[in-house]
Structures are given as C-alpha cells and as structure tokens.
C-alpha cells in the first residue's frame, strides 16, 4: 500500500501567487481530511471530505482557501492569493474508519 | 476550554525510565480515541487505539478514564528512538470519521 501521497513536499512562493496542493489518498478510504499544522496553533483541521463531499469546512480560515475532491483518489487544497501567515506544513489525511492515516505533508513558506 | 488538552512538556527522561502522558477531552461523548507519534518534520504516525477496557502493545500501554475524561499513554523501559511528541485524538459525537488533535507532548529520552 503506498500510503496517502501528497504533492509537492516543499513550496516556497511570492506572497499573493495561488498555491495548490495535491493529494491522493489510501485506495478505498472513503474520508478525506485537509490539515495545517504550526508551531503556534498545532494540528488543525481544515475540511473534511466524505465520499468526495465536503461535510465540515468550518476550519477554513478565509474565503482565500478552498478545497475541492473531483473522485475518490484526488483532492487539491488551494490558496489564492498566498499570504505569508500561511507558512505551515499542509497534511493530507484518509481513513475508512476513524484511524486516520496521514500523508508526508507539504511545507508552505510564503515569502 | 480547547476539546482535547496536553502538556506540551518536554519530558526529559533517562533511557529505561517509565513515562506516562495524558491527554483530556471536552466532550463526554466522544467515540474513539488514539494515540499517535510525530517524529521532528515527519507526519503523524498512529500508534495505537485507546479502548474502553484499556491495551498494550510491547512496552506502551493506553487506558482510558470516561468518568475523568481523560486518556493515558504508559511508556516502559524508554528507549533514545521512543523520544518524539506523542499527539493524542479524539473522535467527537455526531462528526463522522473527524478527529480532534491535543497539541502534544513532547518526550525526550536521554542516554
């Protein structure tokens, strides 16, 4: 089983550019988590997907993020435009049950 | 009050020192429980699940305390690579497969 793959591992981008992150989760998992963790505020979710459909988003931070799963093997988290509080690791995350498994992350900077 | 609380530590413990964290929740009803590890830069890792009548898998033992709600984390015989931050989760009543993360404690075994 190759596990949850995220994309890109690392980012470094100009303050206002769109940012887009990937993620494919476990085959047969049927939820979809999006993660931010910081040294500050910790883990916290973001949305949460079940069966391709978002069902608590309120972790959202603003209207600049959005996520979106077209199919059970995709999702992209988005930020548009890119701000440097947005500096974090990004984790994808999926599960069938409720043991979620976690993909290696993406390390945002935001200069 | 945050849903699911940790000390941060550190713990700095000498190898072979029994360790013991817990981690306490908000909601009386919450379903599942787990303990997870995060190595420095790494993703979480699930460890392992916390049930009602408690379980132990090698030197770790998990328990869970409903009345007191709050779950426990026993390390035994520490050894240099259990040192780490230890994340525990919390799966809320009527939220699905989510999981609500504590901020961690972080352990630190030394020679």
């Known amino acids: 089983d190759a596990g949850v793959i995220q994309s890109p591992r690392h980012e470094v981008t100009e303050m206002g550019q769109e940012v887009t992150l990937r993620c494919k989760p476990i085959s047969g998992h049927n939820s979809l988590f999006w993660y931010r963790q910081t040294m500050m505020r910790g883990l916290e979710l973001l949305i949460y997907f079940n069966n391709n459909v978002p069902i608590d988003d309120s972790g959202m931070p603003e209207d600049r993020f959005s996520a979106k799963m077209p199919n059970a093997s995709f999702s992209t988290l988005k930020i548009q435009p890119s701000e440097p509080r947005d500096s974090a690791v990004y984790f994808c995350?999926?599960?069938?049950?409720?043991?979620?498994?976690f993909g290696q992350g993406t390390r945002l900077t935001v200069v | 009050r945050k849903e699911v609380e940790q000390d941060p530590g550190p713990f700095n413990v000498p190898e072979g020192a029994t360790v013991a964290f817990n981690c306490t929740y908000s909601n009386s009803a919450s379903q599942s429980f787990f303990w997870y590890r995060q190595d420095c830069r790494k993703e979480p890792k699930l460890l392992m699940s916390?049930?009602?009548s408690g379980n132990e898998d090698g030197r770790f033992t998990a328990q869970l305390n409903r009345a007191s709600q709050y779950i426990s984390l026993l390390i035994r015989d520490s050894k240099l690579s259990d040192s780490a931050t230890y994340l525990c989760a919390v799966n809320p009543p009527n939220a699905g497969n989510m999981l609500t993360f504590g901020g961690g404690t972080r352990l630190m075994v030394k020679p």
């Open positions: 995350a999926s599960s069938l049950r409720t043991e979620a498994f």
């Open positions: 916390v049930y009602s």
